[in-house]
């Protein structure tokens, strides 16, 4: 199983600055996930980002407000940006299991509050 | 993806067995049946995985009758630490997109 650590774990941020998450992951993975899980609520997947590929979003999410970077097996950020007090909630990566299926490994999360 | 449907919340005591039940009607050919368990504070992890009959780890039992239009994921002899949010997913693993629910609130009690 992989192991995954995020920074930060959690952060106040103030409305319109953007904050940067990083997902690190301890094996080479094709695949990476982003997920919003707000205040109460189920996880809703951002995007996914596959190294040397540009991120392809779900609906409702934008490239402008949440860029990605995925410059290796290895590793993701996520950019919340102008953020804005609806945009508090949990973001999880996630990577898919090597040996397929719908096994996925989860960080554990960075808690963002915006003020 | 094929919606599911289960319950909000689960009370249970140390010791006994928790069964929850997802209904998925219009689940694909295609399609597995997933669980997974969230934590406060955590993601959420994999439980257990299956498309027909039964399936059994060390963690749980996942029975998935004929028609496939229902799932109950079987959970022997909880513990406090049992506490958690559970979320059945149905989709085609291929697809990687995983689509949560609600999910249920399992509350383990002394």
């Known amino acids: 199983s992989a192991v995954i650590s995020q920074k930060p774990s959690r952060d106040i941020c103030q409305r319109g600055t953007s904050l940067t998450i990083q997902c690190q992951v301890d094996s080479q993975v094709t695949m990476m996930f982003w997920y919003r899980q707000q205040p109460g609520q189920s996880l809703t997947l951002i995007a996914t980002a596959n190294q040397g590929s540009e991120a392809t979003y779900e609906s409702g999410f934008v490239i402008d407000k949440f860029p990605i970077s995925r410059p290796n097996l290895t590793f993701s950020t996520l950019t919340v940006s102008n953020m804005s007090p609806e945009d508090s909630s949990i973001y999880l990566c996630?990577?898919?299991?090597?040996?397929?299926?719908?096994?996925?490994?989860f960080g554990p999360g960075t808690r963002l509050t915006v003020t | 993806l094929a919606k599911t449907t289960q319950p909000i919340s689960m009370d249970s005591y140390e010791g006994q067995e928790v069964n929850i039940t997802c209904s998925h009607n219009n689940i694909a050919t295609n399609d597995y049946i997933t669980w997974y368990q969230q934590f406060p504070s955590q993601g959420p992890r994999f439980i257990i995985q299956g498309y027909k009959t039964k399936v059994t780890n060390e963690v749980a039992s996942l029975f998935i009758p004929a028609d496939r239009k229902s799932s109950t994921l079987s959970l022997p002899r909880v513990s406090l630490s049992d506490t958690a949010v559970y979320y059945c997913?149905?989709?085609?693993?291929?697809?990687?997109?995983?689509?949560f629910g609600a999910g249920t609130t399992v509350t383990v009690r002394a």
């Open positions: 996630s990577v898919e299991d090597r040996l397929g299926g719908y096994e996925q490994y």
């Open positions: 997913l149905v989709g085609d693993p291929n697809d990687y997109k995983l689509s």
